[in-house]
């Protein structure tokens, strides 16, 4: 395969790819970024790709393999500019200090949004937030364990559908 023939190919998958970076990123210029950056490591890398395997499953680990080395290049490189006399850069294992008042006002609203899930995927889904089991939320609520993973999965599914809505983030509402 060659340059061109790659282009092509991969302007088939693009809708596919962005949305597969989005939902490693979750955030829209990220995502926009890990794109082109797949984009030049498959051309860059193309004589790699064998003719006989899935195209895909290649740009798709690329993309994995690329936001993994991304994310931990992030974790290990805190610095700061220190912008006194010395100008030294300086690593930070240490994390600035967040503001409670916001902390405190976001826990708010999420809550809220929780209290308006059904009874049925409320209780399961605080009792598993509060730290209790599969095992022991089935034997206080007297059902079958794969009914509590289910109803946890269903009210985390509907908790981002609420969220999403709440703040009117149409792309991620498309996606």
């Known amino acids: 395969m060659n340059t061109l023939q790659l282009v092509e190919e991969m302007g088939k998958l693009e809708a596919g790819l962005r949305k597969f970076a989005h939902k490693l990123t979750r955030d829209l210029a990220e995502a926009a970024e890990l794109y082109q950056e797949t984009v030049y490591r498959a051309v860059k890398n193309i004589h790699q790709y064998q003719e006989s395997s899935n195209l895909r499953g290649w740009l798709m680990t690329i993309m994995r393999n690329t936001f993994i080395n991304n994310y931990r290049k992030k974790r290990t490189q805190q610095t700061y500019q220190d912008w006194s006399a010395g100008n030294y850069l300086m690593d930070s294992g240490m994390n600035s200090e967040l503001n409670a008042g916001a902390a405190n006002v976001d826990y708010?609203?999420?809550?809220?949004?929780?209290?308006?899930?059904?009874?049925?995927?409320?209780?399961?889904?605080?009792?598993?937030?509060?730290?209790?089991?599969?095992?022991?939320?089935?034997?206080?609520?007297?059902?079958?364990?794969?009914?509590?993973?289910?109803?946890?999965?269903?009210?985390?599914?509907?908790?981002?559908?609420?969220?999403?809505?709440?703040?009117?983030?149409?792309?991620l509402i498309a996606a």
Do not use: C, W
């Open 108 to 171: 708010e609203e999420l809550l809220g949004v929780v209290n308006r899930l059904e009874e049925a995927l409320k209780v399961p889904f605080l009792l598993h937030h509060q730290g209790y089991k599969y095992d022991e939320i089935a034997a206080r609520l007297d059902i079958p364990i794969g009914t509590v993973k289910s109803r946890i999965y269903g009210a985390r599914k509907q908790l981002r559908t609420m969220i999403e809505r709440q703040y009117l983030i149409p792309e």
